[in-house]
């Protein structure tokens, strides 16, 4: 089994998302591997009528501050800094661009929480979640 060269955790804000990152600190803390925190910014047919109002730097610093206020949060409720953590931001499909965070490092281990649609919308969709899972390379790690 390859060596976990660091542990990926996946936060939007949600409570579940917490419980992930609390997971996860914890693993990181007995395994010595890095935490890093990936927020996605989803990209959505909403985001044009705002979008089109800002400038590429000004989209580019809102769509960074909303990153790092999760990010923030998920460090202050578990009692880290930012220091701590390996904060990364990107903006895209969330399922899509998790799955391509983890596919360009080995050694990745994702945690995330489990939300979102269940039932018979997540058969008609699927989830980020169930994506995730079938899709990354290495393991992933569902916390609900």
Known sequence: ????SEIVVAVDGSDSALRAARFAHGLSRVSGSPLTLLYVLPASPMDSAWVAALTADELARAREEAGRTVIQGVCEKLGLTESDVDGVIVSGDPAGEIIDYLSEGSGRMCVMGRRGRSG???????SVSDKVVRH??????LVS
Do not use: N, R, S, Y
């Open 120 to 126: 018979f919308g997540a058969l008609l969709l699927g």
């Open 1 to 4: 089994m390859e060596e976990i």
């Open 136 to 141: 990354a390379p290495g393991v992933v790690t």
